[in-house]
């Protein structure tokens, strides 16, 4: 159930997400060792965004997912800032990531819980 959201001032100006929405799927998959058909990435432009006192692109991620380990949160940082840096020129020192796991029995999926 990783779930990643992406909130972004610099989506509103690119066009097509279809790279981004794939790699961040996969790559999030690969990093919490979880089948890919469970992870779900949202896009979310965002027409006003200010970091710091600038309304240079920036982005806000948050990732939630079952059993999250805490001392992973370093290399998923790392690994989600330079995809963000990579497809949407959002430098690392502009990205917040919140990180979220979740009790299982407060997430749904397909008319139950996890």
């Not at 959201?5 to 100006?13: Q, R, V, Y």
């Not at 999030?28 to 469970?38: D, M, Q, S, T």
């Not at 020192?93 to 997430?107: D, V, W």
């Amino acid at each position: 159930m990783p779930t990643l959201m992406i909130k972004s001032n610099a989506l509103a100006a690119t066009g097509d997400h279809s790279a981004l929405l794939a790699a961040a799927s996969a790559r999030l998959a690969e990093l919490l060792g979880k089948p890919e058909r469970y992870v779900m990435v949202l896009l979310e432009p965002i027409a006003a965004m200010s970091f710091g006192g600038s309304a240079a692109p920036a982005a806000y991620l948050e990732l939630k997912s079952l059993g999250l380990p805490e001392e992973r949160t370093p290399v998923l940082s790392a690994a989600l800032c330079g995809l963000i840096e990579n497809h949407l020129g959002v430098p690392s020192r502009r990205i917040y990531i919140e990180f979220q796991s979740p009790p299982r029995h407060l997430f749904g999926h397909d008319g139950g819980t996890f």
